[in-house]
């Protein structure tokens, strides 16, 4: 009898290893080849939908040169600028769903700024908060809760980026999903009610 559960057992850990295998793959963030996005590595954020635009880059707005605001190209042939993702937890080896990330574009400006994003405040006359430039790297908490996204699945193959930081458990946030906002010919990244489906393409 001893031996029957023993072999009961070993049949059992097999089976809750692949458990567990295949929960933590189902929370990782894939590209386009069907890799996992590794942080600081540089992707294309490009949209799922045809005829929609191109990839993110960042261009001036309301004629001030800085900071600058994240954008969308209008032509889809461009595929804009290549972006770095960097999870609030250093040690993670791989972008997961539903984390915290500092997101940045791997570029240099002439703003004296850095190029990871923020969520910036609500602006006169549209009473739109729009994802701009400037943000802190690192040092998850109240002082830098405006810099943090996430990534989040929409649908089975598609994703989405989302302002909902948690980096701040006492912090009071206005969580939605990050959108695209024609604004005056210009496609600018913002908080609104709709989701904007993304993929990422692993840079060359």
């Not at 040690?91 to 791997?106: H, P, Q, Y």
Request: proline share 6%; charged share 20%.
């Amino acid at each position: 009898m001893k031996f029957h559960l023993l072999s009961i057992s070993l049949l059992a850990i097999p089976l809750f290893f692949s458990l567990n295998s295949n929960a933590a793959a189902s929370d990782l963030v894939y590209d386009t080849d069907g890799h996992p996005l590794h942080p600081g590595k540089q992707y294309y954020i490009l949209p799922v939908i045809r005829g929609h635009g191109g990839g993110l880059t960042m261009m001036p707005h309301h004629n001030h040169l800085c900071p600058l605001y994240v954008a969308q190209e209008n032509m889809e042939v461009k595929r804009g600028l290549p972006l770095i993702f960097r999870p609030a937890n250093p040690k993670d080896k791989v972008v997961r769903l539903s984390t915290d990330l500092n997101i940045e574009f791997a570029a240099v400006t002439t703003c004296v700024m850095t190029t990871a994003w923020r969520l910036g405040d609500v602006e006169a006359p549209t009473s739109k908060r729009y994802v701009i430039t400037g943000g802190f790297i690192g040092n998850p908490g109240q002082e830098t809760v405006s810099n943090w996204f996430k990534i989040e699945k929409l649908g089975n193959k598609d994703y989405k980026l989302v302002f909902c930081p948690s980096v701040c458990k006492t912090c009071k946030v206005l969580c939605g999903d990050v959108e695209v906002l024609n604004e005056g010919g210009k496609r600018l990244l913002g908080l609104g009610g709709e989701s904007f489906p993304v993929m990422f393409k692993k840079k060359d």
